[in-house]
């Protein structure tokens, strides 16, 4: 099975700094990998994913996220935070299960407060 | 943009009462989820389901739990007895079939929130 670990349930930013958020993951078989993002009273929204090819992935709002296996790491970027931004940040990951993908299985995920 | 809709947005109902919640995944979409996230804790999976029949579950799936598509647009899951630790989110997502499965994405809905009293 796969499992994800998400480093900081809370991370504070002023409006302006750079956003870090930590995601690593464990599978024996090659990963998708996904950040979802939960604002306040709504759904989950996908904001990136790494199936294949190139390792760094940019999603929506100007985040993107590095896929580095030597590291098992997929961490969350966005040079520049936004008052817009703070939200829950869930990373996920599953496998390819015949035509489509496997469970996901998610992080405890992490809640980005921006101060301005 | 296509979403995935989901009523009730909140149910509040007793111990041992069944609950449906319904779904409406994006209408091209083939494959269809539940996962639920109780409160402080993870998201997670619970069922998924394709061709009128569950691909895969859950340890979490037990038989009070079951999924339906009713018609051609709704998908439910049905708490036959709901127990107090049912109170949760419970989120429907739907995925479509791309040429490779690199292309899939799985969207998901705003959820249910469901509290068993």
């Known amino acids: 099975a796969q499992s994800v670990t998400q480093l900081g349930s809370h991370v504070s930013v002023s409006e302006g700094a750079l956003v870090l958020l930590r995601c690593n993951y464990s599978?024996?078989?090659?990963?998708?990998l996904f950040w979802y993002v939960q604002y306040p009273n709504q759904g989950l929204q996908l904001l990136l994913k790494?199936?294949?090819?190139?390792?760094l992935v940019k999603g929506i709002n100007g985040f993107e996220a590095e896929f580095k296996k030597s590291e098992t790491s997929f961490h969350l970027t966005k040079p520049s935070a936004h008052m817009s931004d703070a939200a829950e940040y869930f990373c996920?990951?599953?496998?390819?299960?015949?035509?489509?993908?496997?469970?996901?299985?998610f992080g405890r995920g992490t809640q980005l407060t921006v101060w301005p | 943009e296509p979403e995935v809709t989901q009523t009730p947005s909140h149910q509040v109902t007793q111990m041992g009462q069944e609950v449906i919640l319904r779904c409406v995944p994006i209408?091209?979409?083939?494959?269809f989820y539940w996962y639920r996230q109780i409160l402080g804790q993870k998201v997670e999976f619970l069922v998924s389901?394709?061709?009128?029949?569950?691909?895969?579950k859950s340890e979490i799936f037990d038989d009070q739990f079951s999924v339906e598509r009713p018609d051609g647009s709704n998908f439910t899951l049905k708490i036959r007895s709901t127990k107090l630790e049912d109170s949760a989110m419970y989120f429907c997502?739907?995925?479509?079939?791309?040429?490779?499965?690199?292309?899939?994405?799985?969207?998901f809905g705003e959820g249910s929130w469901l509290t068993v009293v």
């Open positions: 997502a739907s995925s479509e079939i791309s040429g490779t499965v690199s292309g899939n994405t799985i969207y």
């Open positions: 599978s024996s078989v090659p990963p998708y």
């Open positions: 790494y199936t294949t090819g190139a390792t």
């Open positions: 996920a990951v599953t496998v390819h299960r015949g035509s489509t993908l496997g469970r996901l299985y």
């Open positions: 209408s091209n979409h083939l494959y």
């Open positions: 389901f394709y061709n009128n029949e569950i691909s895969e």
